[in-house]
């Protein structure tokens, strides 16, 4: 069992900056991949961004490229999403997952809101 739980969320305006965090715990020995994901109302969750965990790559997606940045702390299990130049259309439910391999993701958070007011 592994366990996610992000924190970092909060409430801030257009052009602002928040840093998320996600902080694995369980067995955790098997991680290939994280990642974030986001759900606003209304809408389908969709990926953010993804790191390998024991390698450089990151991925991104295409709206928050140039602004937002995720990083890993492997000694202490936990992977950070760096927020800047936040939007109003940024504001949405935060999820980091967990993969053990390249193929889907396992493991869940409860998900940190983000609200960007305008």
């Known amino acids: 069992q592994v366990q996610l739980v992000e924190s970092g969320g909060g409430l801030v305006q257009a052009g602002g900056s928040l840093r998320l965090s996600c902080a694995a715990s369980?067995?955790?020995?098997?991680?290939?991949?994280m990642g974030w994901f986001r759900q606003a109302p209304g809408k389908e969750r969709e990926f953010v961004a993804r790191?390998?965990?024991?390698?450089?790559?990151?991925y991104y997606a295409d709206s928050v490229k140039g602004r937002f940045t995720i990083s890993r702390d492997n000694a202490r299990n936990t992977v950070y999403l760096q927020m800047n130049s936040l939007k109003p259309e940024d504001t949405a439910v935060y999820y980091c997952a967990r993969q053990r391999t390249a193929r889907g993701y396992d493991d869940w958070g409860q998900g940190t809101q983000v609200t960007v007011s305008s």
């Open positions: 790191i390998i965990w024991s390698g450089p790559s990151t």
């Open positions: 369980g067995r955790t020995f098997n991680t290939y991949a």
